[in-house]
């Protein structure tokens, strides 16, 4: 029996090793973690993170070829293929702080790996990495490897939370990076034949490992890149009359172009692209390529743009005031179908509206007080860090009410902001929440979600992203 052993047990750790003890009865997963309330969870009823059908997948193979465990040491030594999917947050302090990566966490666990390991190993690299990592990593298993083998490659996750689990079942594509020796080629084959028991031979591609780290950037900063342009014509739009919805429709059909993230927002969000893309931006300006550097930084000031202009949409369009105002944020986590609320657009959102003394109460049917009120406590960067080591206190300052209910959120309130497109949503009484708030009522969709005309004939000034603007809007024009 093939032994496999994943170091972190995260948002792609778990998932991903819950699919692979699925797919392959005859291969033992063991998940590890230094946090012993993680793992509890994982072999608990109440998993660490929500994802559509997660829970089914582990319930069929916990217990049978799927373990979680703090045992790190114990798997490490009995594995035969080891994957690291530890954190690699951005760096706050030092050389390349607020663009590079911190790979503390991945030199760690290979040096555990190292005193640990007894034979040779295959080390997988299931983190999103700098170009490079797996050279750096390389050095430090071979000068404290006393005799043992070790082969890097490179693996990058290309999942959407949301629906990882159906991407994992049916991937676009599965990347395999490693070294072009014999003994390389050989690990290659290996990880390879894992994947080959439900992935079509042609979906998984094999490359050397330079162009498998890189190629996990460059995806989530072309993905990032279309979403920036899109949020930059919406805009356009509302400055000129024209719907994005349309326009996005109309690129949208244009086969070279293709439909998907071309949805206008409030801004992106999630644990990835804002920190690959600082990574690209620090390893161009490294390899003396400022011009590039600068043509993706400028990705990321779009995206901070587009947040600053909501909350300024908001705040004009209230008499230029929301102090002492009940505003009700529907939506907290990055996208709608998960829990995850990193780098959410909704922190900046809700710091923005607290700068100017809003009283701001938050619904979200995933994500949990403690989470929300952390996030909104957290310095820059800290959330990408391991619970434990996060500042204390984090949650002890409470800037938000939080509430179990969407009508409860909205009640007395003088604004909705709607910050994820949960499909709830779509589906609230909107005279209800309407007849329950202050005068005149605003709602300021960020995701487009809701029918504008239908809430204008109940009595609400509307605002929807990229969108012809209300009249009383256009009286009011956002200036950031």
Not at 57 to 77: M, P, W, Y
Not at 134 to 146: D, F, M, Q, V, Y
Request: hydrophobic share 40%; glycine share 6%; proline share 4%.
């Amino acid at each position: 029996m093939v032994k496999i052993c994943c170091i972190g047990a995260g948002y792609v750790g778990g998932p991903t090793m819950a699919v692979i003890a699925l797919k392959c009865p005859a291969v033992e997963v063991v998940v590890v973690d230094i946090s012993v309330a993680r793992i509890t969870a994982w072999n608990s009823e109440q998993l660490p993170i929500y994802e559509p059908g997660l829970d089914d997948v582990v319930k069929q193979c916990r217990g049978r070829n799927l373990f979680f465990s703090t045992d790190i040491e114990k798997h490490i030594a009995r594995a035969d293929i080891i994957f690291v999917s530890v954190n690699t947050p951005t760096k706050t302090r030092g050389l390349g702080a607020g663009k590079a990566a911190d790979l503390t966490y991945w030199e760690n666990a290979a040096r555990m790996i190292a005193d640990v390991a007894k034979g040779d190993k295959i080390v997988v690299e299931k983190s999103t990495v700098p170009v490079k990592t797996a050279e750096a990593i390389e050095k430090i298993l071979i000068h404290n490897s006393r005799g043992v083998n070790f082969q890097i490659l490179s693996n990058p996750e290309f999942l959407a939370e949301g629906t990882a689990i159906q991407d994992l079942f049916s991937p676009d594509r599965v990347l395999i990076g490693g070294r072009e020796t014999p003994e390389g080629k050989k690990a290659v084959q290996a990880l390879k034949q894992v994947y080959a028991n439900w992935v079509p031979e042609d979906r998984i591609i094999t490359t050397n490992l330079w162009s498998a780290e890189l190629s996990k950037l460059a995806a989530n900063a072309f993905l990032a890149q279309r979403i920036s342009s899109v949020n930059a014509i919406s805009a356009l739009c509302e400055a000129t009359g024209a719907d994005v919805a349309e326009v996005a429709y109309a690129i949208g059909k244009d086969t070279r172009i293709g439909p998907r993230f071309l949805s206008a927002s409030v801004g992106f969000g999630g644990s990835c692209f804002q920190k690959d893309i600082l990574n690209l931006v620090y390893i161009c300006e490294c390899h003396g390529l400022p011009e590039v550097a600068n043509y993706w930084k400028d990705v990321i000031k779009i995206n901070d743009y587009q947040k600053s202009r909501f909350v300024n949409r908001v705040v004009s369009s209230m008499f230029n005031t929301v102090s002492e105002k009940k505003i009700a944020v529907l939506g907290f986590a990055f996208k709608k179908d998960t829990g995850d609320t990193r780098e959410t657009p909704a922190i900046d959102v809700c710091k923005g509206l607290l700068g100017d003394k809003a009283k701001v109460c938050v619904y979200d049917p995933q994500v949990t007080e403690e989470q929300i009120q952390r996030d909104l406590a957290l310095n820059k960067f800290d959330w990408d860090h391991p619970l434990h080591l996060q500042p204390m206190g984090a949650t002890e300052v409470k800037p938000v009410a939080v509430t179990r209910d969407a009508y409860e959120a909205t009640k007395g309130a003088h604004a909705v902001c709607i910050l994820t497109e949960w499909d709830e949503f779509k589906k609230l009484d909107y005279v209800r929440i309407y007849e329950g708030m202050q005068k005149p009522a605003f709602i300021f969709d960020g995701r487009n979600v809701v029918d504008a005309q239908q809430l204008r004939e109940i009595g609400f000034i509307v605002y929807s992203i990229g969108k012809p603007l209300d009249s009383w809007l256009v009286d009011t024009p956002a200036v950031v």
